[in-house]
């Protein structure tokens, strides 16, 4: 993508969205770790983790900011490229760090044995880093074919992790209690759904989309998708475990 082909609008309507998500990240992170006395202890690990992933966040839009603003020059209304590159890896450090751990909070949420815990977090964790990685290399190439090789082996583990939370936590899911079994199949469904712009984002400067307004699209709408991945599923999650702490005093008063 060329970023010499950005008019002053476009820079300004990408800047705007990249402020608009720290300050999105940086709010939820306060909210989830202040809403952590709202839930049981069991259900604590599982929201530390949730404010952790928008913090991370939070830090990588801020430095995304900085490159941004430091890789253009805006003067009397024209805007050059001041030769310090924008910085995209920030983007893919923060999701290599990020992606696994929603999962895990999800996981951890649910509530499920130990060693089904260990076992979800890692193979689902593992698939996730490795689909991250795998993008990263076509992100930054300048070739349209490379870029779309690595869309294809990106998206292998992330079918994987799709029809494990379609099916394998199908099981895991039915033995939930029944006042939050459809938020954690909501939450699932939100993860599908969310991560499904990460790919179709990644391919806006192959199907026609040039310039300034592909550089646009990616940009835009990677934030879009970070802020609903993250900070609106950390809602949900904050959801499943407020009542599901709910009903476990109230069940404990019943028998007390």
Same mark, same amino acid.
């Given at each position: 993508?060329?970023?010499?082909?950005?008019?002053?609008?476009?820079?300004?309507?990408?800047?705007?969205?990249?402020?608009?998500?720290?300050?999105?990240?940086?709010?939820?992170?306060?909210?989830?770790?202040?809403?952590?006395?709202?839930?049981?202890?069991?259900?604590?690990?599982?929201?530390?983790?949730?404010?952790?992933?928008?913090?991370?966040?939070?830090?990588?839009?801020?430095?995304?900011?900085?490159?941004?603003?430091?890789?253009?020059?805006?003067?009397?209304? #024209?805007?050059?490229?001041?030769?310090?590159?924008?910085?995209?890896?920030?983007?893919?450090?923060?999701?290599?760090?990020?992606?696994?751990?929603?999962?895990?909070?999800?996981?951890?949420?649910?509530?499920?044995?130990?060693?089904?815990?260990?076992?979800?977090?890692?193979?689902?964790?593992?698939?996730?880093?490795?689909?991250?990685?795998?993008?990263?290399?076509?992100?930054?190439?300048?070739?349209?074919?490379?870029?779309?090789?690595?869309?294809?082996?990106?998206?292998?583990?992330?079918?994987?992790?799709?029809?494990?939370?379609?099916?394998?936590?199908?099981?895991?899911?039915?033995?939930?209690?029944?006042?939050?079994?459809?938020?954690?199949?909501?939450?699932? #469904?939100?993860?599908?759904?969310?991560?499904?712009?990460?790919?179709?984002?990644?391919?806006?400067?192959?199907?026609?989309?040039?310039?300034?307004?592909?550089?646009?699209?990616?940009?835009?709408?990677?934030?879009?998708?970070?802020?609903?991945?993250?900070?609106?599923?950390?809602?949900?999650?904050?959801?499943?475990?407020?009542?599901?702490?709910?009903?476990?005093?109230?069940?404990?008063?019943?028998?007390?």
């Amino acid at each position: 993508m060329d970023l010499s082909t950005l008019s002053v609008g476009q820079y300004d309507f990408i800047a705007n969205s990249f402020s608009f998500g720290f300050a999105v990240m940086a709010a939820a992170t306060l909210f989830f770790w202040l809403s952590r006395s709202q839930v049981a202890p069991a259900y604590r690990l599982a929201i530390t983790i949730t404010g952790l992933v928008t913090a991370i966040a939070a830090y990588h839009y801020f430095q995304i900011m900085t490159s941004w603003e430091a890789a253009f020059s805006v003067t009397n209304g #024209t805007i050059e490229t001041t030769g310090y590159g924008y910085n995209q890896a920030y983007r893919y450090v923060d999701w290599l760090l990020t992606v696994p751990l929603l999962l895990v909070e999800l996981i951890l949420v649910m509530r499920l044995s130990r060693s089904e815990t260990i076992s979800q977090s890692v193979k689902l964790g593992g698939a996730a880093a490795l689909m991250i990685i795998l993008g990263y290399p076509g992100e930054v190439s300048e070739g349209g074919a490379v870029r779309f090789l690595f869309w294809v082996l990106s998206m292998i583990p992330f079918v994987y992790i799709v029809y494990t939370l379609v099916t394998g936590l199908k099981a895991s899911i039915a033995k939930q209690p029944e006042n939050v079994r459809g938020l954690i199949n909501g939450a699932s #469904t939100l993860v599908i759904v969310s991560w499904l712009f990460y790919p179709i984002v990644f391919l806006f400067p192959l199907i026609g989309l040039t310039g300034g307004a592909a550089v646009t699209a990616v940009e835009v709408g990677y934030t879009i998708a970070d802020i609903t991945a993250k900070a609106v599923f950390g809602v949900v999650i904050l959801t499943i475990a407020m009542r599901k702490s709910e009903a476990e005093a109230a069940g404990e008063t019943a028998n007390a």
